[in-house]
C-alpha cells in the first residue's frame, strides 16, 4: 500500500511510518510546514520516501492520510484527485475543538458544539487519536473512529540521578494558557524544572522565573532528550486544553512517574498508580517536590507509569489499528 502523508506532528508520523506501508512524504526544496519531508530529530524506517510536490501527479498513491484542513486542497491540487471521491482519504484528527476567538467576527461556539469541518461530508472517516477528542468534536455525517497513541518504545532509561521535574512545550510563550505555560513560575517555585522543545530559550526571563529555577533544552534530537529526560525524577504535564501529549507517553515508557492536570485525556491515559492528577496546581507543585526528594517512591512511581504505557500505547497495537483502519478505507 502506498500513502501520501505530510510531515506534521514528528513524534506521531514516527509511529506511523514504522507501518508496513510505503509513506509518500512531500518535501520541497525550503523545507517548509508543507514539504518537512524526512526529519532530521526522528529515525525513520527507508520505506518513508520524500517526493516532490511536481511528482505526485505521477505517483501511484492509494490513500491520502490528511492532518490538516488545508490538506484537503493541496491533495488535489498536487495529485490531480480530489480526496475522498477520486482517491480514498482519511482524516487524523490530532487536536481539541477551540473556541471561536470572539474579535474574530465570528459567533462564538461552545466547546462540545464544535463543528468539523468535515461535519457535512460522509467520504472520508475522521480517526481521533483520544476518545476526548471523538466526545467533544461535532462530526456529523463524518464516519469516526478512535486510534489511540501508539509510541516507539524508548525502554526502561529512568536514572533519575537529578532532583529536578522535566516539561516538554514547544513554542511556549506562542501557546500560552493552552499548555500551561502560565504555571510554570509556580511549579518552578517548588521544584526545579528542565523545559525542553522548540523555542523554549529565553523563557525563563519572559516568564520572571529565576535561571536557576527553569533550565532550557532547546530543540534536542529524540534520543538525546530521552537521555535528558530519563535523568529527572519526575515528569510534569501542565497542558489545560491538548489532545494527549505524545511527550508524556514517552516520560512513562522512560520509567518517570507523573504530576498532571487533570484536563483531556490525561485523566485516562495516567493510572492512580503512576501518578498524581489534579486541577489544583500547588497540589501538583507539592507532588512534584515531594517526588524530586524520594528517588525510590519516584521510581516505584515510574515503572508502574511504564508498564501502563507500554500496554495501552505501544507501537504494535497502534499500527495493527491503523493497518486495518486504511485496509477497510481502500477496499
Known amino acids: 500500500m502506498r500513502v501520501l502523508m505530510w510531515h506534521v506532528h514528528g513524534s506521531w508520523a514516527t509511529s506511523f511510518v514504522h507501518g508496513p506501508q510505503t509513506t509518500l512524504v512531500p518535501a520541497t526544496p525550503d523545507r517548509g510546514p508543507d514539504g518537512r519531508g524526512r526529519p532530521d530529530t526522528f529515525t525513520w524506517p527507508d520505506r518513508a520516501v520524500e517526493v516532490a510536490p511536481g511528482r505526485l501527479r505521477d505517483e501511484d498513491v492509494d490513500v491520502v492520510v490528511l492532518q490538516r484542513p488545508h490538506e484537503l486542497r493541496l491533495a488535489e491540487e498536487w495529485l490531480g484527485r480530489r480526496p475522498g471521491r477520486d482517491v480514498p482519504a482519511v482524516y487524523v484528527e490530532h487536536d481539541t475543538p477551540r473556541r471561536t476567538p470572539s474579535d474574530a467576527g465570528l459567533p462564538e461556539e461552545v466547546v462540545p458544539d464544535s463543528r468539523h469541518l468535515l461535519h457535512d461530508r460522509s467520504d472520508i472517516p475522521v480517526v481521533h487519536v483520544t476518545h476526548f477528542n471523538r466526545l467533544f468534536w461535532n462530526c456529523g455525517r463524518a464516519p469516526t473512529t478512535v486510534i489511540e497513541h501508539g509510541v516507539v518504545d524508548p525502554g526502561y532509561r529512568c536514572t533519575a540521578d537529578m532532583p529536578r521535574a522535566g516539561v516538554v512545550i514547544n513554542d511556549p510563550i506562542r501557546r500560552g494558557r493552552v ?153
Open 179 to 331: 499548555a500551561g505555560t502560565d504555571l510554570l513560575a509556580e511549579l518552578a517555585s517548588a521544584v526545579p524544572l528542565d523545559l525542553f522543545g522548540m523555542n523554549v530559550a529565553g523563557v525563563p526571563g519572559r516568564l520572571g522565573i529565576p535561571p536557576e529555577s527553569l533550565w532550557t533544552f532547546e530543540d534536542l534530537p529524540q534520543a538525546r532528550m530521552h537521555e535528558e529526560l530519563a535523568r529527572r525524577r519526575v515528569y510534569v504535564h501542565p497542558y489545560r486544553w491538548t489532545s494527549l501529549g505524545l511527550a508524556l507517553i514517552e516520560a512513562m515508557m522512560l520509567g518517570l512517574p507523573v504530576v498532571a492536570l487533570a484536563t483531556t485525556e490525561a485523566v485516562e491515559a495516567v493510572p492512580p498508580e503512576a501518578g498524581v492528577l489534579s486541577t489544583r496546581v500547588a497540589a501538583l507543585a507539592e507532588t512534584a517536590r515531594a517526588l524530586a526528594a524520594d528517588p525510590p517512591r519516584a521510581r516505584q512511581m515510574g515503572k508502574e507509569a511504564r508498564a501502563h504505557a507500554v500496554d495501552r500505547y505501544g507501537l504494535p497495537r497502534f499500527l495493527r489499528d491503523w493497518r486495518r483502519t486504511l485496509q477497510e478505507v481502500t477496499r
